[in-house]
């Protein structure tokens, strides 16, 4: 998803105008971009958190292609970290998967029960035509 079609997605959920959510959405970002600058964590209960970290410099390659060890110098980075509840969220499409298998099996259990009862009161079996055939 691009740029405006999370602007486009929000205005329709929210029953905003696009222009003022792009907005809305360009302070947010702004504003969690300048707390995590300044060394602030930015958390949003149910999502996750955003905080700044700081990468030692260190030895490296800078390119597949060139195998000569370079110096990359020291860096900050924006961590996100999910919440708990997002993290059960992302997985639940396996849960659910889970959850029906353990329905389907014990639905085949009450299944294979009841054709147990069923099965003691048998038919005999006719017999086959090919059989008749063959006595002829």
């Known amino acids: 998803m691009n740029k405006s079609e999370l602007v486009e997605a929000v ?23 300048d707390e995590a600058k300044g060394g602030s964590k930015v958390a949003w209960p149910g999502f996750g958190s955003f905080r700044a970290i700081q990468r030692a410099s260190r ?9 000569t060890p370079k110096k990359i110098a020291a860096s900050t980075a924006m961590k996100f970290t999910p919440s708990t509840s997002l993290k059960e969220f992302m997985n639940t499409k396996g849960r659910a998967k889970k959850a029906a298998s353990t329905k389907k099996a014990a639905g085949r259990a009450t299944t294979k029960a009841a054709t ?3 099965s ?5 079996a006719r017999k086959s035509t090919a059989k008749k055939a063959s006595k002829r």
């Not at 003691?120 to 005999?124: G, I, L, T, W, Y």
């Open 116 to 118: 147990k009862k069923s």
């Open 11 to 33: 205005s329709a959920k929210a029953d905003v105008e696009k222009r003022s959510t792009e907005k809305i959405l360009g302070v947010f970002f702004e504003t969690v971009q």
């Open 59 to 67: 030895m490296g390659r800078t390119s597949p292609s060139d195998p």
């Open 120 to 124: 003691a009161k048998k038919v005999p």
